[in-house]
């Protein structure tokens, strides 16, 4: 079950923007990124819920969508996402969280497939929407996580040519995303 849900974890980019997503599942995914695995136990991500539509309004110009689609702008209007966590490096307590969110952001991103709710990374943030939201000069925003139900279907395939690992979009809403097969990245233990 698990293992299905994982599968069922992809990056969604089109959603059903008018389907907002109820308060309580969006504080339950933050409460599931504090579970998470933290070196030293430090906990240096805080989050922020966008979940108006006048805020989402302000957020999705400061995004860059999937760089392997250069044609396409990102979603129109009517699929943008319903809401964002916004995630932020307290840097009073350390300077670099990046394996800590990434356990966080999966199990947002998990947690909020549990719900039918897909969600995608952005790491890709102008760094006008951190001088906008007017942050305390310790917290850095990093990485928003765009949240919705999906409008779209994400399959995953094995590359087609072996190293060619970019995603593209099928003719019906449709997404495909290649992942490498378990002989290319299981490696044999060099020791005798
Ligand atoms: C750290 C990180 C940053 C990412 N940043 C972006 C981004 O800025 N824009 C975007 O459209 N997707 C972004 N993604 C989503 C990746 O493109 C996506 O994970 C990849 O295509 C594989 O698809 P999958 O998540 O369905 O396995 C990011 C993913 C990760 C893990």
């Not at 698990?2 to 969604?12: A, G």
């Amino acid at each position: 079950m698990l293992n299905e849900l994982m599968r069922r974890t992809r990056s969604f980019r089109r959603f059903q923007e008018e389907k907002r997503i109820a308060p309580e599942i969006l504080s339950e995914l933050i409460e599931l990124a504090g579970l998470a695995g933290s070196a030293r136990n430090l906990q240096p991500w805080r989050y922020m819920i966008c979940r108006h539509k006048h805020h989402c309004r302000q957020i999705f110009p400061h995004l860059g969508w999937a760089g392997y689609l250069p044609e396409w702008p990102g979603p129109e209007q009517g699929e943008r996402p319903a809401a964002y966590i916004l995630c932020l490096l307290d840097t009073d307590i350390c300077r670099n969280g990046d394996i800590d969110l990434g356990i966080a952001s999966q199990n947002i991103l998990l947690g909020a497939m549990a719900h039918g709710i897909g969600g995608c990374r952005i790491a890709s943030i102008s760094a006008a929407l951190g001088q906008e939201l007017q942050l305390p000069a310790r917290l850095e925003l990093q990485l928003v996580i765009a949240l919705g139900y999906p409008a779209e279907e994400v399959i995953i395939v094995e590359p087609e040519e072996r190293q060619d690992i970019r995603y593209w979009h099928g003719p019906a809403h449709d997404h495909y995303v290649p992942k490498r097969p378990l002989a290319d990245i299981l490696l044999p233990l060099p020791l005798s």
